[in-house]
C-alpha cells in the first residue's frame, strides 16, 4: 500500500490536471497481478494438517455466521470494526483530494504525501505489539482515540491556515498539516487487530471461521460506506468538514469499546 501512492503518483500529469495518461497505472497493476499470480501458483503448499472437522454446508456455515450477530459481545464487535474502518478508509480514500483542494498541492504530490498515512498505519502497529505487552489492551486503545482526536482538532485548524497562493513544488515546500495530519495512523492503527484478537480469543475454535467471515463483511461493508460518506461531505460541505465528521464514530467506538470490555470481563469471570 505504502509504494502504491508513488506508482499512482508516477502517472499523473501536474501540467495537464484534466489528463486520463494515470489510467496506464492499472496496466502496470495487471502485470503486478500475473506476477503475483504465478508466484502463487509454483509455491508449493502443505494442506495435508488440515482436517474438515464439519461437515456443513455452505448454507449452514452463512447461517451460522448471522446467527453469531445477535449475540450483544458480537454485536458490540461489529460495530467497532465496521466504524473503524469507516473511518481509516474515509479518510485514506479522500486524504489526496485534501491535499489537492484544501492544502493545494500538486496532484501528484497529494498522492505521494498520502503514503505517509499508510506508514504511520504500519509503524503504529508495530508500536503497539511491544506497548500492549505492558498494558491491558483497554487503556491502550482508549489513549489511542483520544490521540485521534486531538489530532483532528490540531491537524484541521492548521489546514484552514494555509496559504493556498504560497506555491508547493515538493515535499520540503508542503504546510505543516501535510504531515500532521497522517499521523492519525499512528493513533488508529492498534485498534483493528487489537479487538479481532480479543473477540476471536473469547470465542470458542469452533466459531472462530464464522467469526472471521463476519469481520471480512462488516470491514468491507465499513470501508465502502467511509468512502461514500466522506466523498457525499467533500461535495456538499468541504474537505475540513469532511474529516471533522470522523469524531463521531471516534466518539462511538469509545462507547463500544467500554461495552465490549465490559463483555469480554464477564466471559472471563465465568471461565
Known sequence: MLSGYFVFSGFIDDAEPGSLAWFDVYYTLAALSFLAFFVLLFTRLDESGVEHSSSESALQDFISMLKLCFKPLVLTFVISIFLYVLIEQGIMSWLPTFNNKI?????SLSIQMTSMLAGSIALGRFIAGFVSKKIDWYPMLVASLLLAAALVLVALPLAESVDSLHPV??????????FVFPLIGLCLAPIYPVINSVMLSALEKNQQAAMTGLI???SALGGTTGSIITGALFEHFDGATAFYSSLIPIAIILLMLTLFKRQTDKIAHVS
Request: glycine share 6%.
Open 169 to 178: 513544488t515538493g515535499w520540503l515546500s508542503a504546510p505543516i498539516a501535510a
Open 216 to 218: 471480512v463483511v462488516f
Open 103 to 107: 492544502l493545494s498541492l500538486p496532484a
